[in-house]
């Protein structure tokens, strides 16, 4: 970003395009430092070439300031552990069936975890937990499976806080009550990432992590002994589909060049990043996932998740990181809290951010 920034302050005739993470993009959005890419003579961003959740994501006042191309990578999902479903009573399979027919819910998921969680030895400890993993992910995804947010913009353009809303409200109570009623959490000596290996040891039903850790070359649970499989977060009583929350790299044009410019630099990142003619191949994402996991893993729930109609944009990302502006004392702290109590001693300092994001 800063190299973009001081090309935009003191520009020279190199012709170029910037790829930026995500958490990058709203402070060059916020001053004007980006070209529009819609209105361009020369490309159609409605074009399948286009990832239309990204253009969505970069998409501010109807004017789009950033693209990425082909399937998002598929980011927050739900493993489950086979055997220890197997040990409970649960055919795995039936969550693979329940997530095809549009069964696979809030209240489904919690009775699973009720029917797992145990004390196998009746010394009131618990010995077998309904899921670990990263809390953060499942409060954030929980609340887009509502159909809520925690950032948007109104009528006037600008960027405002949604986290009040009825959906994402319902959606932090609800994730932090399962969280705490079935959640293998931090012991004491544990580090941050407790959870990872935690996971392995194979005494939790599931795990919410993001779909790099298992599906990946070399992944966190590459050396699991137990087999495991995958569905998405399951879809909250508000929500209308199962969704994932992007976090593609964005590729933009600085805000330095004419139009005609512009329309080139963009016509040619087109050429350039489309596939070639005679050797597309639809499958090569899959790589070997297979080796990993069962097919029903890759071919229903990965394959879905790729599609644009389950990939959600948090507009955080506008503001600042999702640590920094949704973690800190807000998603990090709600173990010790309501979301709206949170809410309302977290509004000043968002709104501080959002009034520099829209110019006021």
């Known amino acids: 970003m800063t190299e973009l920034t001081n090309f935009c302050t003191a520009p020279d005739d190199t012709l170029c395009l910037y790829i930026l993470p995500p958490d990058f993009v709203g402070g060059p959005m916020g001053n004007d430092l980006l070209a529009k890419w819609n209105g361009r003579d020369l490309i159609d961003l409605s074009d399948e070439q286009w990832n239309a959740g990204d253009v969505n994501f970069m998409t501010v006042n109807g004017d789009v300031y950033g693209v990425a191309t082909g399937a998002s990578e598929p980011r927050q999902c739900l493993y489950f552990n086979k055997r220890v479903l197997e040990e409970a009573g649960i055919d795995w399979n039936t969550i693979y069936d329940m997530q095809a027919d549009g069964t696979w819910t809030w209240d489904a998921f919690e009775a699973m975890l009720k029917q797992i969680q145990k004390d196998t030895d009746n010394d009131g400890i618990i010995d077998i937990y309904g899921m670990t993993g990263s809390n953060v992910d499942m409060y954030r995804v929980a609340v887009f499976a509502n159909g809520g947010s925690f950032f948007g913009f109104d009528e ?20 932090k009550d399962i969280w705490n009623t079935y959640g293998y959490q931090q012991p004491a000596d544990g580090s941050w990432d407790y959870y990872k290996d935690a996971w392995k040891q194979g005494f939790c039903g599931f795990y919410m992590y993001q779909t790099y850790g298992g599906f990946n070359d070399n992944s966190e649970m590459a050396d699991m002994a137990d087999e495991w499989g995958c569905v998405a977060f399951p879809v909250g009583p508000k929500g209308s589909t199962y969704v994932h929350i992007i976090s593609d790299n964005i590729t933009v044009i600085p805000n330095v060049y004419d139009d005609d410019t512009v329309n080139k630099l963009a016509y040619i990142y087109q050429l350039w990043s489309a596939t070639t003619p005679g050797y597309d191949d639809e499958d090569a994402w899959i790589g070997n996932k297979y080796n990993f996991t069962d097919d029903r893993a890759v071919d229903e729930t990965y394959a879905m998740l790729r599609e644009p109609e389950h990939a959600a944009s948090d507009q955080c990302l506008y503001i600042g990181s999702i640590n ?5 004392d807000f998603l990090w702290s709600l173990g010790g809290s309501t979301p709206a109590e949170l809410l309302e001693s977290k509004t ?11 110019g006021k």
């Open 324 to 328: 920094d502006v949704e973690g800190q």
């Open 156 to 175: 006037n353009g600008d960027l405002t806080i949604t986290a009040g809303s009825d959906e994402t409200l319902e959606a932090l109570t609800w994730s």
């Open 348 to 358: 000043p300092v968002w709104q501080g951010l959002l009034d520099t994001f829209n």
